[in-house]
């Protein structure tokens, strides 16, 4: 059997602005078409009654246009999630791998997003040096910026 990782999702409050962010501090780009979902076959999937999402893929960066993607999707209805941890049980955090982590801080505070702790750099046995820094988008989603040396 053929497994291939396709894309993870994220419920946001304003799927475009959040998309905004990610095109505009990673370099994500829109993979259209821009979704506009609901009817029968939503409900059921769902779960939930006259569910709506709207929302799109974005491409990342580093990848074709094959690759796995960030989904952002805004529902209707949405439940609000509150202050996310880095220790919380579940889905934590997205990384990306850049070349320049404090640069990409700055974009990332300079587009709504804030730090989570602070920037780090430590040997990892086996595995090289790792300049690493948690920091949140501005719907508050985790994201790890890293550089390996």
């Known amino acids: 059997m053929k497994i291939k990782f396709v894309h993870v999702n994220i419920v946001a409050s304003d799927w475009k602005g959040l998309a905004d962010f990610y095109i505009k501090v990673?370099?994500?780009?829109?993979?259209?078409?821009?979704?506009?979902?609901?009817?029968?076959?939503?409900?059921?999937?769902?779960?939930?009654?006259?569910?709506?999402?709207?929302?799109?893929?974005?491409?990342?960066?580093?990848?074709?246009?094959?690759?796995?993607?960030?989904?952002?999707?805004?529902?209707?209805?949405?439940?609000?999630?509150?202050?996310?941890?880095?220790?919380?049980?579940?889905?934590?955090h997205i990384a990306f791998a850049v070349d320049d982590v404090e640069e990409i801080l700055k974009a990332v505070i300079k587009n709504g997003g804030s730090t989570i702790g602070g920037t780090v750099s430590s040997k990892v046995t086996g595995a090289g040096t790792l300049h690493v820094v948690y920091a949140s988008d501005p719907e508050g989603n985790i994201i790890e910026i890293q550089k390996w040396g």
């Open 26 to 92: 990673f370099g994500c780009t829109i993979k259209p078409p821009e979704r506009d979902l609901s009817g029968e076959w939503i409900d059921s999937l769902t779960g939930l009654k006259n569910a709506h999402i709207t929302g799109a893929h974005l491409h990342l960066p580093g990848y074709d246009e094959h690759g796995p993607t960030i989904e952002i999707f805004q529902y209707n209805e949405s439940v609000t999630a509150g202050k996310r941890s880095i220790n919380r049980e579940g889905f934590a």
